[in-house]
């Protein structure tokens, strides 16, 4: 296994116990409107980080045959992301678009905390 796809999976389980635990937290506590819009955007995050892996994977074969790749699917991203500030437009009573937007970047701040954790990994050894 290439070492993007051991980061991927890596990055994967750490969205989806994050994710269980808004999940627990949503039907536990009084905040629904949060927690909801917390589920939507990791999910969506969590769906950008995958076409990102699955794009990249995609370029990194197209250079090795030495063919050309179209994009990294910025658009399908932009997407989903505005799929999700939509809903949270359409329904104010139930989303929260701040909170779709912290959910969005959760992917991102796992692969930074994730990057900083095998960074100190490697200097232990």
Known sequence: ???LQQHWRRHK???LY????????????P????????????ILGLFNTWTLVRRVERLGQA??????VASLGMLSR??????????ALRYPEYLS???????LMT??????????????KGKER
């Open 13 to 15: 389980s750490y969205i």
């Open 97 to 103: 678009i701040v909170w779709i937007v912290v959910g």
């Open 18 to 29: 994050l994710l269980a635990i808004y999940v627990f937290i949503w039907g536990a506590f």
């Open 107 to 120: 992917s991102y701040v796992v692969i930074m905390i994730d990057f900083f954790f095998q960074k100190n």
């Open 78 to 87: 932009m997407s989903a992301a505005a799929l999700g500030t939509m809903s």
């Open 31 to 42: 905040q629904k409107k949060v927690f909801l819009s917390l589920i939507i955007g990791t």
């Open 63 to 68: 250079v090795v045959l030495g063919k050309r």
């Open 1 to 3: 296994m290439n070492e």
